[in-house]
């Protein structure tokens, strides 16, 4: 095999997971910097909704910027909730550990 191609070839994937690192750390820190009941109702949602994500459950297609709309509203709902018993630290390390 060519040397040449097989190391451009490893250049043009090592840039791509480069990329994908990036994104990765963007969306951590944006998960990082939301309020305790936004990051809890992440949560709770990725641990409970059954709905197919494709037309059966809005969650991708909402965001937390600007007004919530139903669906993850409904999830801060019950984050509240949850917060109004139990610290942060304790409800999401009971989540994680479903």
Not at 25 to 38: H, I, V
Not at 45 to 73: I, P
Request: overall charge positive; aromatic content about 8%.
């Amino acid at each position: 095999m060519n040397n040449s191609k097989e190391i451009e070839k490893l250049k043009r994937e090592v840039e791509e997971r480069k990329l994908k690192i990036e994104s990765l750390l963007t969306n951590q820190n944006k998960f990082e910097s939301l309020p305790e009941n936004y990051k809890l109702a992440e949560k709770i949602h990725s641990k409970t909704c059954s709905w197919n994500h494709t037309d059966g459950c809005s969650w991708e297609y909402e965001n937390w910027d600007g007004k919530l709309r139903q669906c993850r509203s409904h999830y801060v709902v019950i984050a509240d909730r949850v917060l109004k018993k139990v610290p942060y630290e304790m409800a999401a390390m009971t989540l994680d550990n479903i």
